[in-house]
């Protein structure tokens, strides 16, 4: 087996691992709001599914990214490549800092009120 075999089965496996994370975590989530509603209310189950689902994406997301870099960056570094997976990480980068605002209500830089 060459290099670029190793490094390419890699790279899937990474991905695979993202996939797998965030249904991984869908699948926690939903069964955590099915547990939560005979004890909470609605509203408190719905916000805390949200959240583990956004969470789970969030990690997911990463773990995608890392794919990505190991396959483009080790297999294919061309101008062409490399400008894809800029792109590609620039998107991601944006729909996790969407996503923390939406789960905590705030800019991943800004200190938490448990932190203040």
Request: glycine residues 8%.
């Amino acid at each position: 087996m060459d290099i670029e075999t190793i490094v390419e089965h890699t790279g899937e496996i990474v991905e695979l691992v993202g996939v797998a994370v965030i249904v991984g975590g869908l699948v926690v989530a939903f069964v955590q709001l099915l547990l939560r509603l005979r004890h909470d209310g609605r509203e408190s189950a719905y916000r805390v599914t949200r959240q583990s689902i956004g969470r789970s994406i969030l990690l997911g997301l990463e773990i995608l990214v890392a794919g990505d870099i190991i396959r483009t960056v080790a297999l294919d570094p061309t101008f062409t490549s490399v400008g894809v997976l800029a792109i590609v990480v620039l998107i991601r980068t944006f729909l996790s800092f969407t996503l923390e605002v939406e789960i905590t209500g705030r800019w991943p830089w800004q200190a938490s009120a448990r932190e203040m």
